[in-house]
Nanobody, 117 residues
């Protein structure tokens, strides 16, 4: 069973930066896309950023210009560089990897990001 292990969350002041990482426990073949969702307190989970195997990216409007998603295909790892963080970015962040064969979505366990002074 593939597990996604996340790291890099924590407490940061407004305007600060964090870098999240997500690595698969073993190789995943035929990856379609990788990315990050988040779930703020009391709200539904929302897409933050995604990247396809062809390196097309998409971002939530609220994070455009501040967050950057990247991946290391050889290591089945996806990153999220978060700059100019705001209190409203506070959430549990979940990474995902979507594979074609088998058709499956793998999820990380979640990492807490808290933006507060």
């Amino acid at each position: 069973q593939v597990q996604l292990v996340e790291s890099g969350g924590g407490l940061v002041q407004p305007g600060g930066s964090l870098r999240l990482s997500c690595a698969a426990s073993r190789s995943i073949f035929s990856i379609n896309a990788m990315g990050w969702y988040r779930q703020p307190p009391g709200k539904q989970r929302e897409l933050v950023a995604g990247v396809t195997w062809g390196d097309s990216t998409n971002y939530a409007d609220s994070v455009k210009g501040r967050f950057t998603i990247s991946r290391n295909g050889a290591k089945n790892t996806v990153y999220l560089q978060m700059n100019s963080l705001k209190p409203e970015d506070t959430a549990v962040y979940y990474c995902y990897i979507e594979s074609r064969v088998p058709a499956q979505v793998y999820w990380g366990q979640g990492t807490q990001v808290t933006v507060s002074s």
